[in-house]
Structures are given as C-alpha cells and as structure tokens.
C-alpha cells in the first residue's frame, strides 16, 4: 500500500504501512523523526530529512518491504 498522495494521513497510517512492508509491529509509540531517519524501517522514496519534521513529508511514500 501506498500512502495518499494529498487528504488526510495520521501517524498511524504511517505506521499501519510500515508495519504492513516490514512485518514488524511498531506502536504509535515513536518519534516521527525515527520513522523519517530510517530508525523503524526505510522507505522506497526518503521523506524530507530536514527539521522540523511534518506528517505530511511522508505523502506518497511506500515503506520499503524486506
């Protein structure tokens, strides 16, 4: 699954497709700016690796899976 290109995402779509590329289990317990600088897993496009850090750097983004 891709995220949404424009509308609305939240934190946890961000980590609903992460988990779902990965097969890991990642809480919304997390920074964003770990799921930005590959903490959690990578992505097939990097989001902007520059603070401050939005939401709305991962439109578009898939996780990548292993």
Do not use: H
Request: glycine fraction near 10%; charged fraction near 15%.
């Amino acid at each position: 699954m891709t995220l949404p290109a424009t509308g609305q995402i939240s934190i946890q779509d961000i980590i609903t497709e992460l988990n779902e590329a990965t097969g890991e289990f990642y809480s919304t317990n997390i920074a964003l700016s770990g799921l930005i600088d590959g903490t959690y897993g990578d992505w097939e496009s990097s989001p902007d690796q520059t603070a401050p850090f939005f939401i709305s750097d991962f439109y578009g983004l898939t996780a990548a899976s292993v």
